[in-house]
């Protein structure tokens, strides 16, 4: 299997690199475009069939550079990962193809496109640090030019440049956990080699330490609280296909490296790990799904409601670390295997929402949702996608976010009626709760996005929707779709993908657990589908009612207005007060409005919420005031006369002098 | 043997001819064509000097007072490449400043006789064997490159010349006490010293290797000694400044790396002269992450790369090990895209009339291909992966954390961080920021578009895969400076 | 007798230097290196065991009241005569305190050079202590006198204090490089009263204040 | 099991429309009127079906499915609860997250179904309904948590076993805050006012404002289907299986549902509804007492 990936990375690569080279001949793009998408399905269906059969595979060969040798593998986890990774690969690929329209992008995009593609692969299967690493850049690198493609803007500027930092920063982060681990093995090649880094004994206190660097570094990129600066702000900017790669899959990389050094340390799982991840898996949940309800800018708000749904993997991670300290493994059988499935389903749902977005945003202009309404007319197909991912992104039943967090829930039932000590029942109702609160505000939030976008009518009279998308971008979108209704209907296909990297994360102990999933999906897989089958029943009974009764269109009811206007409708800021006024002091919102204060208004006044992200502001750019203020009491140094220029280098002496002799 | 005497023989006769010929020469065109020419037959004699002594020995000749061993051939390999790039890349520079400027003939010929004598300098910089030649050279780098500044003539360039004048000449004096102090035991070359190294005072060497580090490391633009370096690069016309980033800076350290052997052999391995270089390295990142933010002049943000630059090598080669091989690595992955960093602004500055950073914007646009080198060498710079100065940072981080230097790790962390946020801010406000619209009227020449490809490739390649045979050479090379081959 | 005149001659440096350090003029400061370039002069011929043969006794001698005590101070005479107009230095160091520094800056040098570990610096610890002196006036004076000439004379006494380590403590130089590094104080020279006559013409003044815009 | 599943939906469909009756003749005795009769939702159901439909030129296909699909979701939601005891019912792991997120699902339909017409009351409706339910859900969820302690299962069935004596405590702690979301899902005073139309303070009322004749019949009906699966949850846990016999348990609980829907009358004949702004510390309160509920249902907590 690892040859296929090797020869499909290849593909991508060449891919990449002609379209650059021969970027003015429209034709051929659009014929190598699709091999990417063709290709990455091959080699999904391929992985996919051979899942059930599959063992690791790895080589090693000699690299020139030093310390490093080319190490690959390819282990169940790195395999399931790469699931979504095709999935997406394949939808964005072909949906990219006509996102653009008659503005081509730029000559490097879709070199970008590949590399970042290539880049996420090569970081699943590299085994070497400097691999690794060099993978991880090339990834960060590659999605940050593709935030910057239209950098003209000085909000996309700044968008990647906060990106680029933050991606920086992460591998700094990084750069001090993989030194960390490979310590033990001073400068030798072996101090860079995962395999090496599986074998060895820790002591706590570095693999506390180790923990603590790796959640910084891949926390940057995975955009949990508060590393998610850079998520609301690139986000929006990337091509909306860009978009569902890197939030659908991209930012996983994170979750997939955290994932990673866990299993390095898997015999080292205490209680207060899985607390903190605990901790910041609800922070992440509660306050990127409040701060997503406040925003107005639709891919902005997905963005957010990535870092959310992070949040809900890490709570799984969490609870799989605590089974495992507690010793009890079917609740990190269910954790994990939550974990892990909200990284596919997350995907999935989220690369479709991101698709709709940009489908809406292509067609409309613009993606504030405020000015958008009924879009669900003119882009019947987009419009009931989009349904379907904001019901799967609720967690709703039917479809596939549901299974992962109701794996999360069993997980953590299962730790509430564990009896002796008050830990761990408490951990784990804190879980279900903020699990129970993420779900309701998410589907709050969905259901504003849903409703106000694709339903009533223009708020805006400007806006004008062109009809659907072309149609490869509806079968991108389709795609995903499929999988969506598959995973959430069937899971206990999903299921047996899962075993391989369980027994990774929990040191083997998920071994004689799985018996629990393989119930509970199969029962829902029983209970589900009929469920559907009567809801579309009644559907199609109610609608054959209406045909043969007929139906009486008539306007709204306007409630006693005579002139009823699109301008009245319920707005997403309107929709969401309740909520953002309730919790203004966690979201920072802000009440702002334009216009006079006389009881008769002239001109028409305007009122607008906007909730601020103080983690940037409030910590980040606090930081960096900090050392820069620091940094600044130097610069009297470079004063320009030269006389004092040469008391530096007397000075210099002298210093070096006392050090070295007097002290 | 007498090849080697024969190839230094033949390598001064062309530069003394290239001195020479611009005497008898009208136009200044012709006259800048010399200093390439003198290049490529230098590089040609290098390729030579490679294939006859690459898998010997060290090899002594004029008396021993000349050495070629490996890390000679690697630092002459950079001097020839940048010069030769700087070579070519100036035909086309002063053929654009000719229109506007009004420059004499006299003008064109001093510059190129001063640019030909100062590659000669280099080159016996870094062949000398003997600590008083190695002096005599590296001073006679800073009297010959003082004019080179001034090309340009208004007020600030002069006082940045003059500024490297004084304060080059003061460094180097300093250098000069050292090496007598060295010298005052009766050896007065590297080789010799070495091997009596341990006969030698160690208290006296390390005296002296005060003196050297402090002088030498005056030319090297170590903190805090680095004060004239951000006003000499930036003042000059670019092909000056990237051959004083990409290799006077490193010459200078060269002179320091030969030293360190002999100082630390006599101190018997204490890391005394190690410990010098990690502080002023550690400085160097430190004035350079202070004033790299509040820049407004491109050459100058520049300058102050090659400040953090030359101190990221101070801190590898003072780490000693891996990250000595790792410093070596990135001597000549900062020479290259400090080089192209360099052309690509010097075309910038001249499309746009100023060297305001507020007020180059849109480069991406209105310059493709010197845009794409400028933000490749900045990103380079930065040390952004894939490009091969991540693989080198990495190298000496890891050699850095393992070596249990974890506050030098930290520090040196933060310091890269604090550079690389405003260093990425400056380039994408002139790489992409919203500028007047319209294409540049000025085209790129062939060979310009040679060097911008190659250096790329080059800077592409070493950072995912650095020729076999290549960190080999380097890390024997690095022996010598760890101690070991001379 | 040799010894005497060592310590004569380092006295003769020393007292050159506070004069230095004293005048207010570059006229004044001028004369003063010119008479430290014919004291160094003499230092060869006291120095008759670190050399082997009259070649490499005469040659330096010879160089350095050519190239010190004539030919550096009649280019720097030149300039001075051409920017006739300003003379003063502007010190950031007032005169008198100037010299107070330079003598307890030529005494701490003697009580340095005794402290000193090693004892090859001793073999003649007077002229060793006057060169250390020396470098650190050297850049006393560059350091505060707000005038390029003065900070080019500042810059000769700093390097005459290589010249006199070199010629007490090393002489193993092979004669070429002892010829290039006088070559090279030469061309430097002359390449500064070159710079200064330009910094003169450009701004009317060879005060420093002018130069020092590039300040960040 | 089959059996079971068309016993619960088959009460759940005829009994429901019973306890809006019950209630409304609560409210009546309180207020001192004779009030309408307690069948009367029958009566209006069996009306709005015969009616013809009347829908919004701005409204889409959701809004027509909607109603369907709200009320399967929520029928759906009641196999969890068995009506009578003894038989096998559909039980496995988290069977209650299923149960709350079919309901869930239902009112994610019934949000935009509103939005749909784009007229501002029902958005503000949507608005309400969206951000209570999402305050109300964690409390319902301690509550169970609380009951599953007590019982020892993963399963809802096991939150039925959970009474004896001398855990009472616990379960008022977790009765009274289950009976408070119940007012909040189902839209009750002091939450919501029923029988108001088109004043603003209405959430669920006003979401079916456009909706009419069959749509509107089915949505009602939802609704009280949910309140009657609300109830009947209430009387499972407060009444055990295990002490009596099936017969005698289903006799009672027949009879204890409608005690529940009198409660409610009487809690809105005494209460009025409160402001907008109290809903959420109303919310948190109850959010408060089943956390209490939940801390001493920890073994340690009550050794005391």
């Not at chain 2, 304060?167 to 000069?176: H, K, N, R, T």
């Not at chain 2, 590297?190 to 005056?218: D, M, Q, R």
């Not at chain 2, 990135?330 to 100023?354: R, W």
């Not at chain 4, 809105?268 to 809903?279: F, G, H, N, Q, Y």
Request: proline share 4%; net charge positive.
């Amino acid at each position: 299997m690892l040859k296929f990936i090797i020869i499909y990375l290849f593909i991508l690569i060449a891919a990449g690199i002609i379209t650059t080279v021969i970027h003015k001949r429209k034709k051929t793009v659009k014929f190598l475009i699709p091999l990417i998408s063709i290709a990455a399905g091959l080699l999904l269906v391929y992985t996919v069939m051979g899942f059930r059969s599959f063992q690791p595979e790895s080589l090693k060969t000699g690299w020139s550079m030093p310390l490093a040798d080319i190490e690959i593998a390819l282990d169940s986890l790195s395999l399931f990962i790469m699931v979504p990774l095709l999935i997406l690969t394949a939808a964005t690929s072909i949906y990219g193809l006509q996102y653009f329209g008659t503005t081509p992008p730029g000559r490097m995009h879709w070199l970008n496109f590949s590399l970042l593609t290539a880049g996420m692969i090569m970081v699943l299967i590299s085994r070497n640090v400097l691999l690794f690493m060099l993978s991880w850049e090339i990834m960060s690198f590659s999605s940050f030019l593709l935030v910057i493609s239209n950098a003209e803007k000085d909000s996309i500027r700044r968008a990647g440049w906060i990106y680029l930092i933050s991606a920086h920063l992460g591998t700094a982060f990084l750069f001090t956990a993989f030194f960390l681990l490979g310590k033990g093995a001073g400068y030798g090649s072996e101090s860079f080699s995962f395999s090496y880094f599986s074998a060895q004994n820790l002591s706590a206190a570095r693999a506390n330490l180790i923990l603590i660097f790796a959640l910084a570094g891949f926390g940057l990129k995975a955009g949990f609280i508060p590393f998610h600066i850079w998520l609301p702000l690139a986000h929006p900017a990337a091509p909306s296909h860009v978009s569902a790669l890197m939030s659908g899959i991209m930012i996983k990389m994170g979750i997939y490296g955290i994932l990673r050094v866990l299993s390095f340390l898997s015999d080292q799982y205490t209680t207060w790990w899985a607390v903190m991840f605990i901790t910041i898996g609800a922070a992440s949940g509660i306050i990127g799904i409040m701060f997503a309800i406040g925003q107005h800018d639709i891919k902005r708000l997905l963005a957010y409601s990535s870092v959310e749904n992070i949040g809900i993997i890490m709570l799984g991670i969490g609870l799989g670390i605590l089974g495992v300290s507690t010793g009890h493994p079917m609740i990190s059988t269910f954790g994990f295997a939550g974990a892990l499935l909200h990284i596919l389903n997350h995907a999935l749902f989220k690369g479709l929402l991101f698709l709709g977005a940009g489908a809406v945003i292509r067609q409309n202009g613009t993606g504030e949702i405020d000015t958008l309404g009924g879009l669900l007319k003119k882009m019947p197909l987009t419009g009931t996608l989009f349904l379907a991912a904001s019901i799967a992104i609720s967690g709703l039943p039917l479809f596939n976010g549901f299974i992962s967090e109701i794996f999360i829930y069993a997980g953590a039932i299962t730790g509430v009626l564990i009896d002796g000590g008050a830990v761990l029942p408490l951990i784990s109702a804190l879980i279900v709760m903020s699990l129970a609160l993420i779900g309701g505000l998410a589907a709050a939030c969905f259901a504003k996005v849903f409703g106000v976008i694709f339903q009533g009518s223009p708020r805006m009279s400007r806006i004008k929707p062109n009809g659907d998308v072309p149609a490869l971008m509806r079968g991108g979108m389709l795609f995903v779709a499929a999988f969506l209704l598959i995973t959430g209907l069937f899971s206990f296909l999903l299921v047996p993908l899962l075993e391989g990297p369980l027994l990774i994360m929990t040191a083997g102990e998920s071994a004689g657990h799985m018996a629990p999933l393989f119930e509970l999906s199969k029962s829902l897989s029983r209970i589900l589908p009929f469920i559907l089958g009567i809801i579309i029943l009644f559907t199609i009974a109610g609608s054959l009612r209406r045909r043969k009764r007929g139906i009486r269109p008539s306007e709204t009811w306007g409630c006693g207005y005579t002139r009823p206007e699109p301008s009245m409708q319920y707005t997403a800021s309107s929709f969401t007060e309740p909520i953002t006024e309730q919790f203004s002091t966690l979201t920072a919102s802000r009440r702002k409005r334009e216009g006079g204060t006389e009881l008769f208004p002239v001109k028409p006044w305007i009122f607008s919420s906007n909730s601020n992200d103080w983690f940037l502001s409030g910590i980040f750019i606090r930081l960096a005031k900090v050392l820069d203020k620091l940094l600044s009491l130097l610069r009297w140094f470079q004063c320009g006369k030269a006389g004092i220029y040469v008391l530096y280098i007397t000075a210099a002496v002298i210093i070096l002098f006392i050090w070295k002799f007097i002290i | 043997m007498i090849l080697p005497e024969l190839i230094i023989s033949l390598n001064v006769m062309i530069f003394i001819t290239g001195v020479i010929i611009p005497l008898g020469i009208e136009k200044p065109l012709n006259m800048l064509k010399l200093p390439l020419i003198s290049s490529i037959a230098a590089m040609l004699l290098s390729a030579v000097y490679f294939f006859c002594l690459h898998n010997s020995d060290p090899v002594l000749f004029f008396g021993g007072n000349f050495i070629i061993d490996k890390l000679a051939f690697y630092h002459i390999m950079i001097v020839n490449i940048v010069f030769l790039a700087a070579g070519i890349y100036m035909q086309e520079y002063f053929a654009k400043s000719m229109e506007t400027d009004e420059h004499t003939a006299f003008h064109y010929r001093r510059f190129s006789m001063l640019w030909q004598g100062f590659q000669l300098m280099l080159i016996i910089v870094i062949l000398s064997n003997n600590i008083g030649l190695s002096w005599v050279a590296m001073e006679a780098t800073t009297i010959l490159s003082a004019f080179l500044i001034i090309s340009e003539s208004d007020s600030l360039s002069l006082e940045a010349m003059w500024k490297y004048l004084l304060i080059c000449s003061v460094g180097i004096g300093l250098a000069f006490i050292g090496t007598i102090l060295v010298a005052a035991g009766g050896i007065n070359t590297f080789s010799e010293l070495y091997i009596h190294a341990e006969e030698l005072n160690p208290k006296l060497i390390l005296f002296a290797f005060i003196f050297i580090a402090v002088g030498y490391g005056t030319k090297a633009g170590l903190s805090p000694m680095h004060s004239w370096l951000p006003d000499a690069h930036s003042q000059a016309p670019t092909p000056v400044s990237a051959v004083f980033s990409g290799v006077m800076l490193n010459a200078a350290l060269f002179i320091i790396m030969r030293y360190l052997p002999i100082v630390e052999r006599a101190g018997g391995g204490s890391g005394e002269a190690h410990s010098i270089l990690l502080l002023t390295g550690f400085l160097s990142l430190l004035f350079a992450a202070v004033f790299i933010p509040i820049q407004t002049d491109l050459k100058r943000l520049l300058a102050y790369c090659s400040v953090e630059h030359v101190g990221i090598i101070a801190i590898g080669i003072g780490l000693g090990g891996l990250g000595t091989t790792a410093a070596l690595l990135h001597c000549l992955n900062h020479s290259l895209s400090k080089m192209l960093a360099f052309f690509a602004s010097g075309s910038v500055i001249h499309e746009y009339g100023t060297r305001d950073m507020r007020k180059i914007t849109g480069l991406m646009k209105r310059m493709p291909m010197w845009g794409t080198a400028f933000m490749v060498s900045m990103l380079a710079l930065m040390g952004v992966a894939p490009f091969s100065i991540f693989i080198s940072e990495f190298l000496i981080v890891k050699t850095a954390f393992t070596g249990g230097q974890y506050l030098l790790f930290g520090l040196f962390m933060l310091g890269t961080l604090a550079i690389f946020i405003s260093m990425l801010k400056f380039t994408l406000e002139i790489a992409f920021k919203q500028g007047k619209p319209g294409k540049l009227t000025g085209r790129v020449g062939i060979a310009d578009k040679a060097i911008i490809i190659i250096s790329v490739a080059v800077l592409l390649l070493f950072g995912l895969w650095l020729p076999p045979d290549f960190f080999g050479f380097l890390e024997q090379a690095a022996q010598i400076i760890e101690g070991g081959l001379i | 007798m040799q010894h005497n005149l060592l310590i004569l001659i380092s006295l003769l440096i020393i007292l050159s230097n506070l004069f230095l350090l004293g005048s207010s003029r570059t006229r004044a400061m001028l004369r003063g290196i010119a008479a430290q370039g014919v004291l160094l002069s003499i230092l060869p011929f006291l120095f008759p065991m670190h050399k082997s043969g009259l070649v490499s006794i005469i040659v330096p001698a010879v160089l350095s009241i050519t190239i010190k005590a004539i030919l550096i101070p009649y280019f720097l005479h030149r300039v001075i005569q051409r920017v006739n107009t300003e003379n003063a230095l502007n010190p950031y160091i007032g005169y008198p305190v100037s010299v107070i520094i330079g003598l307890l800056i030529s005494y701490g040098s003697f009580l340095f050079i005794e402290k000193l570990p090693f004892s090859y610096l001793s073999i003649s610890p007077f002229t060793t202590s006057a060169a250390f002196a020396s470098i650190l006036i050297g850049m006393l004076i560059i350091s505060t006198r707000r005038n390029v000439i003065a900070q080019i004379i500042g810059y000769l006494v700093f390097e005459n204090a290589g010249f006199i380590l070199g010629i007490s403590i090393s002489s193993t130089m092979p004669l070429f490089i002892e010829i290039g590094i006088m070559l090279d104080l030469l061309a430097g020279i002359f390449i500064m009263v070159v710079a200064v006559s330009r910094i003169h013409i450009l701004f009317d003044s060879v005060g420093t204040q002018k130069l020092e815009r590039l300040n960040k | 099991m089959i059996i079971n599943i068309c016993l619960s939906i088959a009460a759940a469909l005829v009994l429901s429309p019973l306890l809006g009756g019950i209630i409304n003749k609560t409210k009546a005795f309180y207020a001192g009127r004779k009030g309408s009769p307690v069948l009367q939702l029958y009566f209006d159901l069996f009306k709005l079906f015969r009616k013809e439909s009347v829908i919004s030129t701005s409204a889409t296909f959701i809004f027509q499915a909607a109603p369907a699909i709200i009320f399967t979701s929520t029928l759906a939601a009641t196999i969890f609860v068995p009506f009578i005891p003894g038989l096998p019912a559909p039980s496995f792991t988290c069977d209650f997250i299923l149960l709350f997120y079919l309901l869930g699902l239902s009112r994610f339909f019934l949000i935009i179904s509103a939005l749909d017409t784009g007229s501002s009351f029902e958005g503000m409706g949507a608005s309400r309904e969206a951000f209570f339910s999402a305050l109300a859900e964690p409390v319902t969820f301690v509550t169970i948590l609380t009951m599953l302690r007590l019982g020892g299962g993963t399963s809802i069935q096991a939150a039925f076993r959970g009474l004896s004596s001398e855990s009472w405590i616990i379960i008022i702690l977790t009765a009274v805050p289950f009976f408070i979301v119940m007012l909040a899902e189902n839209a009750r005073i002091p939450f919501d006012d029923p029988n108001t139309h088109l004043e603003l303070t209405m959430i669920h009322e006003v979401m079916l404002l456009d909706n009419s004749g069959a749509n509107l019949a089915l949505m009602e009906w939802a609704a009280s289907i949910k309140l009657w699966l609300f109830s009947l949850i209430i009387v499972k846990i407060l009444l055990p299986a295990e002490i009596l016999t099936p017969a005698a348990y289903t006799g009672l609980t027949i009879l204890a549902v409608p005690a529940v829907a009198v409660i409610t009358g009487t809690v809105e004949s005494v209460m009025a509804r409160a402001s907008l702004l109290k809903v959420p510390q109303l919310l948190f309160s109850a959010g408060i007492i089943a956390f209490l509920g939940f801390f001493l249902s920890l073994n340690q907590f009550l050794g005391w």
